[in-house]
Structures are given as C-alpha cells and as structure tokens.
C-alpha cells in the first residue's frame, strides 16, 4: 500500500522545527550547572552522526568529558593559560584563522568582539577583563559538558569539511532537545595538554575544537548576544542563462 503524501500542515511543522533549531543555535557563554543525561548527549551524538562525509569515511572522534575529569582539564588548561611563562610554550597545530586579514572578515571578527565586551563592560584596552573573558573558555563557560573533538593525521581537507557538518548537527540535535552549546577552537593553542589528558597518540590523533554544551543560563547578560548575519545577496550569485 503507499504511503499517504504528508499534509501541507505536517511539511510545514517540520520546516519551522528544523529553521527553529538552526536560527536559534548562539554560541552561549554561560551555562548553568544542570547535569545532562548520558542518554541524551548520546542521542544528540547518534543523530549528528548522520553527517554526510566523503565515501561514508565519517572521521570524527568525540571525547565527552563531564564531573571530575572536565574540571581536571579545565584546572590544567586554566593555570597554563593564566601564567605567561607557560603559555608562550603552547602554540595552535594548524591555523584556524587566516594569517592576513581582510575586510569584511576582520570587520565583523571586531565587531562581535566590541559587542560582547560592551554588554560585559569590558573597555577597550582593559586587557585583565579580557584576559580573563578568554579564559573562561577553558572552563567551558560553566556548562556541565565538554567535548573535545580530534581526527585521525592522516584524514585530508574534505574530512575536515566534513568535520564541520558533523559539529553543525551537534549544535541543532541540542538544540532540538532545548540544550545551547558554544563551539571553541581556543582548545586548540593547548593541544599538548589536551592529548596528555585524554591519552592521545599525538603522531595519530589531532585536536579539532572543543565545544560546550548544556543549558544556557537565562540571567546571564553575555547570552543575549545575538550576532549578525549578511543578507542572502551578499554572499550569493544566481546563474540562470
């Protein structure tokens, strides 16, 4: 028997639960200390792994980290960051962001950082306030989860586009679920200590991003953020003859 067509009402609920899920993904920089249940963060990971890759290859590897071990990373990560010394002896493994830039991509990496310091009160030049802004992603902005996410060295550039898609679904699976998340690549200067923590054969294993994830605190002025988007006809050329 064939199924029955889908009602324009049911095409349209679905349409508004996927655009809601995308268009209210932020990244939240406090969270509160609710437990996530393992089943749930299991679930979000069973859904964000019908990411598409090359050839089915699927070439993420995921690390949860929750209760003590996420606050012996964060301690770890924290007191190296907050001591000069140290710090200088962590460098980025691969470049995240362009060695030149250029507008409109400084333009609005400027403008979300004026922003977010303006609703926190952070003034320009106050470089403790910002030190310690910063700092808060490696305490994972307070959320009750961790992840931090590596690839395998030997997987090429179309593995790493299909990183991204993998982590997209992550932020709408939680999403769809009520739960924020906040992905880092500021994880990415302390690789060494990341791999020392969690086992890593550093000559195999390469750190990707870290990313937060609970739920948002609603009282928490830096998550009333919302960052700005280019209109569709900024970034798109239609080609029709």
């Known amino acids: 028997m064939p199924h029955a067509a889908p009602s324009a009402a049911a095409d349209s609920q679905s349409q508004a639960a996927v655009d809601g899920a995308i268009t209210s993904r932020r990244s939240i920089r406090r969270f509160l200390p609710t437990p996530v249940p393992r089943d749930t963060?299991?679930?979000?990971?069973?859904?964000?792994?019908?990411?598409?890759s090359g050839t089915n290859t699927q070439p993420w590897q995921v690390h949860v980290l929750t209760g003590a071990a996420l606050a012996r990373l964060s301690s770890r990560i924290r007191a190296a960051y907050d001591d000069p010394s140290q710090a200088a002896q962590h460098t980025e493994d691969y470049a995240y962001y362009p060695r030149e830039w250029r507008s409109p991509y400084i333009d609005r990496r400027r403008?979300?950082?004026?922003?977010?310091?303006?609703?926190?009160?952070?003034?320009?030049?106050?470089?403790?306030?910002?030190?310690?802004?910063h700092g808060r992603n490696y305490l994972f902005f307070d959320a009750p989860v961790g992840l931090i996410f590596t690839i395998d060295r030997v997987m090429e550039q179309g593995s790493w586009l299909d990183y991204g898609m993998f982590l997209q679904n992550i932020m709408v699976a939680a999403r769809g679920r009520g739960l924020d998340t906040c992905p880092q690549a500021a994880f990415t200067q302390f690789h060494r200590l990341i791999e020392d923590a969690l086992k890593l054969d550093a000559t195999t294993q390469q750190v990707v991003c870290g990313m937060s994830l609970g739920w948002a605190d609603p009282g928490a002025i830096e998550n009333t953020l919302v960052t700005e988007r280019a209109p569709v006809a900024e970034f798109t050329q239609f080609h029709d003859t």
Do not use: C, F, N, S
């Not at 963060?41 to 598409?52: D, H, N």
């Not at 310091?117 to 030049?125: A, D, P, V």
């Open 41 to 52: 963060l299991e679930a979000i990971l069973r859904v964000a792994a019908r990411a598409p």
């Open 111 to 133: 403008k979300v950082g004026w922003d977010l310091y303006g609703l926190l009160g952070i003034t320009k030049g106050d470089k403790a306030a910002m030190h310690a802004q």
